[in-house]
């Protein structure tokens, strides 16, 4: 027995730093994961205020376009401001633009047919 005197202390603090350190490590990736989680809902959050802006603003176009149409719709999460870029025969190019309550920013362009009433392309643009 008087041989394992200075054994188990020495153990034991290996034992508990690998556990403190293995703790630490856990504790950074959920800091890290949370972060991230956090930045996808914000882009997703600016996504779905643009899908929602096309739906209501294609629902108010008809046939016949003005040149001019620029607005800003107001949601709970954030604006979204549109305007016409361009007009081409039948087509028309209408930019939209969100931004969220945090300050997230989604822009995108979509490509409307007059005739058929509907989007035809969607064009996704880097937020600045």
Same mark, same amino acid.
């Given at each position: 027995?008087?041989?394992?005197?200075?054994?188990? $202390?020495?153990?034991?603090?290996?034992? @508990?730093?690998? $556990?403190?350190?293995?703790? /630490?490590?856990?504790?950074?990736? $959920?800091?890290?994961?949370?972060?991230?989680?956090?930045?996808?809902?914000?882009? =997703?959050?600016?996504?779905?205020?643009?899908?929602? @802006?096309?739906?209501?603003?294609?629902?108010? =176009?008809?046939?016949?376009?003005?040149? /001019?149409?620029?607005?800003?719709?107001? #949601?709970?999460?954030?604006?979204?401001? #549109?305007?016409?870029?361009?007009?081409?025969?039948?087509?028309?190019?209408?930019?939209?633009?969100?931004?969220?309550?945090?300050?997230?920013?989604?822009?995108?362009?979509?490509?409307?047919?007059?005739?058929?009433?509907?989007? /035809?392309?969607? /064009?996704?643009?880097?937020?600045?």
């Amino acid at each position: 027995m008087n041989n394992q005197k200075g054994v188990v $202390f020495p153990i034991v603090m290996i034992v @508990a730093s690998v $556990f403190i350190m293995l703790t /630490i490590l856990m504790i950074d990736q $959920f800091i890290l994961d949370k972060r991230f989680y956090k930045e996808v809902e914000e882009s =997703l959050v600016a996504d779905h205020l643009v899908h929602l @802006a096309v739906k209501d603003v294609t629902e108010e =176009l008809g046939e016949v376009i003005p040149d /001019i149409i620029q607005g800003e719709i107001s #949601y709970p999460n954030g604006v979204v401001r #549109y305007s016409l870029t361009k007009q081409d025969g039948h087509y028309v190019y209408l930019e939209f633009s969100s931004t969220t309550k945090n300050g997230r920013v989604g822009r995108v362009i979509i490509q409307y047919d007059k005739e058929a009433g509907r989007v /035809i392309e969607w /064009i996704e643009k880097q937020a600045m």
